[in-house]
Nanobody, 127 residues
Framework: EVQLVESGGDFVQTGGSLTLSCAAS????????IGWFRQAPGKEREGVSC????????YYKDSVKGRFTISSDNAKNTVYLQMNSLKPEDTAVYYC????????????????????WGQGTQVTVSS
């Protein structure tokens, strides 16, 4: 059974930093892509950052480039999202999502929204 457990969400001031963790189990880590999605109140869910478990290729949403860093520790089956220079617009529930990298005939850096989701962790950035 695939399980994703997020942690690290908190309340911080603008400009602050947080590191989110996603502890994964139930699948072969290096054959999956793992990503962070977020959803703010009244807004659509959006992909923030992803990493391929097999080759470490990463993706970042434009608005977080240069501020967020995704990384993985395959030995610990854990993915991290280091978030610096946080802004009020980063306030959201952050979800860890994982799915097989190989879908059809192609390898994808990011999981599909129909893949496995964690329970989410709240990040609140005050102005």
């Amino acid at each position: 059974e695939v399980q994703l457990v997020e942690s690290g969400g908190d309340f911080v001031q603008t400009g602050g930093s947080l590191t989110l963790s996603c502890a994964a189990s139930g699948f072969t880590f290096d054959s999956y892509s793992i990503g962070w999605f977020r959803q703010a109140p009244g807004k659509e869910r959006e992909g923030v950052s992803c990493i391929s478990g097999s080759d470490g290729v990463t993706y970042y949403k434009d608005s977080v480039k240069g501020r967020f860093t995704i990384s993985s520790d395959n030995a610990k089956n854990t993915v991290y999202l280091q978030m610096n220079s946080l802004k009020p617009e980063d306030t959201a529930v952050y979800y860890c999502v994982a799915g097989p990298s190989l879908r059809g005939s192609y390898y994808y850096t990011c999981p599909s929204e129909s893949d496995y989701w964690g329970q989410g962790t709240q990040v609140t950035v005050s102005s």
